[in-house]
């Protein structure tokens, strides 16, 4: 077949492909400009979380990230909700922006049958960044709505994978951005805003024609939508989803994040439990007899349940975990500060708290000076006024300003105090 003849026949397959009468640079550029608002918080309050899950103890994955580290820095312990908020913020917009993220691929989807599929040089450059932008996009997206539903059904570890496709995402957004920023401020500038939320379907009429591989459809279809019923679905969408996860973070509004995996609130008024005392192999029978011990200082101390009387104290605090939910409760317990004082640690640098739990991610959480020494950081026994139920870790749980739920540690059996690093 002779080239001229090739080119027709695409041209021909691509005009009758591709007509939505709606395409075009200023619906893309206003996409695009939706997610250059709120793609890159997404990015940076994932990045913050892996700050905060202390990679200096090695408790953040992957390790060894070479020239991908991040300035490390000691989380601090205020206010109470600064994990809950990069957290919150994290999950909760980066699920809002599916529907934008869905609508901006259906908006550029004819440039991906371009012919010829490469023009120039730039062009290549320019088609190339789009593997890590819209691949690392779907990568981060299909792996986080994974890992907060708890479905590991991929063969590797989340965090590494969801970590270093971040980077990904990121290098493919900065490329994407410094060959095309200057497209989407002419799209922009192309149609007015207020002009387009006035027109009616009736008077909906396509934008003007681009080249040369354009968006505008060649030959479009007549509307069956207007340009801002569009907008208002896509938008419709991003708010069905924001009502259906609020109720992950704000505890009256529980009852509506169906999307939460289920039973995860044990009862009326409870919080979510992440990991239940059967599935981490507690049993109740076996902590009657129940020990704390305190290491670190001149020789090991051995707490029973009274705690040897240290002064009670309480504390509304958060509990967040990167899984998606978050909520605050009222603790009550004792200080790790007193305990460390107890344990002949005047001034611990670090604290290795160890679950009765055997083995696994959860049984054991490197603590940071800080978040030892906080005055509402406590060693709690009792929630709401009541003793923690085995789920939430009874006898004894570490509960701390601003750490991640992760490293809130149920069924405490012995807390380790470094005097020095
Ligand atoms: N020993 C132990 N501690 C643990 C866990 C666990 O599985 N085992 N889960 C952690 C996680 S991931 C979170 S978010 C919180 C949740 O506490 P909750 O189940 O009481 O809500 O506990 C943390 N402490
Ligand atoms: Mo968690």
């Given at each position: 077949?002779k080239?001229?003849?090739l080119?027709?026949l695409?041209?021909?397959r691509?005009?009758?492909?591709w ?18 608002a709120?793609?890159?918080l ?5 990045l ?11 408790q ?13 820095f ?6 109470s909700?600064?994990?809950r ?8 917009l980066g699920l ?22 490469v023009?120039s ?12 932008l ?6 981060e997206i299909?792996t986080g709505?994974l ?9 590797f570890?989340?965090?590494?994978a969801?970590y270093?496709?971040a980077?990904?995402?990121?290098f ?8 095309k920023?200057?497209?989407m401020?002419?799209?922009?500038r192309?149609?007015s ?10 008077r909906?009429?396509?934008e003007?024609?681009?080249s ?5 459809a060649?030959a479009?279809?007549?509307?069956t939508m207007?340009?801002r019923?569009l907008?208002?679905?896509i938008g419709?969408?991003s ?9 992950q973070?704000?505890?009256a509004?529980?009852p509506?994040?169906?999307l939460?995996?289920?039973?995860r ?6 919080f979510p439990?992440?990991r239940t005392?059967?599935?981490?192999g507690?049993i109740?029978?076996d902590?009657?007899?129940?020990r ?6 001149p020789?090991?101390?051995?707490l029973?349940a ?5 002064p ?11 899984e ?11 200080r ?5 004082a107890r344990?002949?640690v ?8 160890r ?5 696994g991610?959860f049984?054991?959480a ?8 906080d005055?509402d ?7 709401n006024?009541a003793?923690l139920?085995l789920?939430h870790g009874?006898?004894?749980r ?20 470094r005097?020095?690093?």
């Amino acid at each position: 077949m002779k080239l001229d003849e090739l080119n027709r026949l695409a041209a021909e397959r691509t005009r009758s492909m591709w007509r939505s009468p709606l395409r075009g640079p200023w619906l893309t550029s206003v996409l695009g400009a939706v997610l250059l608002a709120g793609l890159p918080l997404v990015a940076i309050t994932g990045l913050l979380d892996y700050v905060a899950y202390g990679p200096a103890f090695g408790q953040a994955f992957p390790l060894a990230v070479g020239p991908f580290h991040l300035p490390l820095f000691d989380w601090p312990t205020r206010p109470s909700w600064l994990f809950r908020l990069p957290q919150g913020l994290h999950v909760g917009l980066g699920l809002v922006l599916i529907p934008v993220v869905l609508a901006k691929l259906w908006s550029v989807v004819p440039r991906l049958f371009a012919w010829p599929p490469v023009r120039s040089v730039g062009h290549a450059v320019e088609r190339l960044t789009l593997v890590p932008l819209v691949g690392g996009a779907l990568f981060e997206i299909v792996t986080g709505v994974l890992n907060i539903q708890y479905d590991y059904v991929f063969g590797f570890d989340f965090y590494t994978a969801h970590y270093w496709g971040a980077w990904v995402f990121i290098f493919g957004l900065l490329a994407h951005l410094a060959v095309k920023l200057p497209a989407m401020v002419r799209g922009l500038r192309s149609r007015s805003l207020r002009a387009e939320l006035r027109t009616p379907l009736a008077r909906t009429r396509p934008e003007t024609p681009d080249s040369p591989d354009g968006l505008v459809a060649a030959a479009p279809t007549p509307p069956t939508m207007s340009r801002r019923g569009l907008l208002a679905l896509i938008g419709g969408g991003s708010l069905l989803v924001a009502g259906l996860t609020v109720g992950q973070t704000v505890d009256a509004l529980r009852p509506l994040a169906v999307l939460l995996p289920r039973g995860r609130v044990p009862a009326p008024g409870d919080f979510p439990v992440n990991r239940t005392a059967v599935a981490a192999g507690i049993i109740r029978a076996d902590l009657g007899n129940w020990r704390l011990t305190l290491t670190g200082g001149p020789s090991p101390v051995t707490l029973d349940a009274a705690l040897a009387g240290l002064p009670r104290h309480t504390a509304e605090l958060p509990i967040a975990c990167v899984e998606g939910w978050s909520s605050t409760q009222t603790w009550t317990g004792v200080r790790l500060a007193d305990l460390a004082a107890r344990a002949g640690v005047a001034a611990p640098v670090a604290a290795l708290v160890r679950s009765m739990e055997r083995g696994g991610p959860f049984s054991s959480a490197w603590l940071t000076a800080d978040q030892v020494l906080d005055p509402d950081a406590l060693l709690a026994t009792e929630v709401n006024g009541a003793p923690l139920t085995l789920d939430h870790g009874f006898p004894a749980r570490v509960i701390v300003p601003a750490l991640p739920g992760v490293h809130c540690t149920k069924w405490v059996g012995s807390i380790e105090f470094r005097a020095v690093a």
